[in-house]
């Protein structure tokens, strides 16, 4: 059984820095800017009474093949994600749940970056998407830039950009250096609409790579271009991180708290930790513990965690992750999927890794969500899966 306490730990500082000329932050705070949608959080809380009763065994099916990065959003009715395409690059798709009416987004637009794009992420208002995009700039030395370095996920050679919801106009929010290890990845808005956070990675000066966590205050102009002020770094342990791994992962209900994954406490990658940071007071709480690798933690729709682990995995097995949920203060871990158990009706037929579930990839009845499994970690091959909960 996996060993999980919830070790509450003091944020020691929240250190702020400026971003590409935009407005520099001085403080961590809810405050309040851009659109609220209130139409968007209450599809969280109403399906909380369903949701605890369900769980595993668990079914599925491919919903998309050979892709990931999915993200629904209910008020357009259309689920969002990246695949790679002919031309090698990755774009942006959306189709409804039931898998009809594909559409590519951006496609002609004169503003929407033409090299590859991902990681998805909408509005609770579904009037726009955050994604990351390739750079153009070419890095110092190779005039050809480097696309699998800017894979949706791996964070390289990339910048943060928001589109409207048919990708028809898109603006960028960053310009980071040109360079593999310079980048963006994993955007999230909160359920109030009002912050945006995403994963930002640069080169530090001993050549090792610094991972920061980013948040900001989301807004529209009159003239309804999207722009980010107030800007911040959240630092758990007083500073950013050199050569030290931290994720993003997604915001509680209220957008008052924002689940993450670092290995700032015990620095090792393969025993990541999922934490949950508290907005307003600046508290940092752990919640796992143990040897297992754990990554991409957010909120189900009842307040439970759902996250990737390879704890438990069956005796000689060589690896993979499976999906596990907890509750908010890291109790009760149970596994969800058996993708990588031989002896049952969910496996794989090879080692997988069950990643990313979005909070708002889950149906309204809370007895099934659509989430990402990678198939080859290093070719990023993944499907996205519509995946059935067994409700008592």
């Known amino acids: 059984m996996l060993s999980i306490r919830a070790a509450a730990v003091v944020l020691a500082a929240l250190l702020f820095c400026g971003c590409a000329g935009l407005t520099e932050g001085s403080r961590l705070a809810l405050t309040p800017a851009g659109p609220s949608d209130a139409q968007g959080v209450s599809a969280y809380r109403e399906t909380s009474a369903t949701i605890s009763r369900c769980g595993a065994p668990v079914t599925y099916s491919i919903f998309e093949p050979n892709a990931y990065g999915s993200d ?3 008020v357009n009715n259309r689920i ?7 031309d090698g690059y990755y774009h942006i798709y959306t189709v409804r749940p039931d898998g009809t009416g594909l559409q590519q987004i951006g496609l002609g637009s004169p503003t929407f970056p033409g090299r590859t794009v991902g990681s998805p992420a909408w509005t609770p208002s579904g009037a726009f998407l955050a994604f990351v995009a390739e750079k153009t700039t070419p890095i110092p030395g190779d005039l050809k830039g480097d696309t699998f370095a800017a894979t949706p996920g791996w964070g390289g050679y990339s910048d943060l950009w928001i589109a409207t919801a048919d990708g028809s106009h898109a603006w960028q929010m960053t310009d980071l250096p040109a360079g593999n290890d310079d980048g963006v990845l994993l955007p999230q808005f909160s359920p109030n609409g009002r912050l945006l956070e995403w994963t930002q990675k640069m ?3 001993d050549g090792g790579v610094d991972w920061s966590l980013k948040i900001a205050n989301f807004n529209v102009s009159a003239a309804g271009s ?10 758990p342990g007083g500073s950013a991180y050199p050569n030290e791994f931290i994720e993003t992962g997604g915001f509680s209900a209220n957008s008052e708290e924002m689940l993450f994954t670092s290995d700032y406490q015990n620095h090792l990658f393969v025993e990541n930790q999922i934490y949950v940071v508290n907005l307003l007071t600046g508290a940092v709480t752990r919640l796992t513990t143990g040897g297992a690798y754990n990554e991409h933690p957010r909120f189900t729709p009842s307040g439970q965690i759902i996250w990737m682990t390879d704890e438990k995995q069956p005796l000689g097995h060589p690896g993979g992750d499976d999906w596990w949920i907890m509750n908010a203060d890291g109790s009760n871990p149970l596994k969800l999927s058996e993708f990588n158990t031989p002896s049952s009706p969910n496996y794989f037929g090879k080692t997988v890794y069950a990643t990313v579930v979005n909070t708002d990839s889950w149906g309204t ?18 499907d996205i899966l519509r995946v059935s909960l067994t409700c008592h």
């Open 72 to 74: 629904w959003s209910k």
């Open 80 to 86: 969002a994600f990246n695949r790679t395409a002919s």
């Open 203 to 205: 080169k530090g000066p």
């Open 226 to 235: 999207p722009y980010l002020t107030d800007i911040r770094t959240l630092a």
């Open 365 to 382: 009845s809370g007895s099934y969500f659509y989430g990402d499994v990678e198939r080859n970690l290093i070719t990023s091959e993944s």
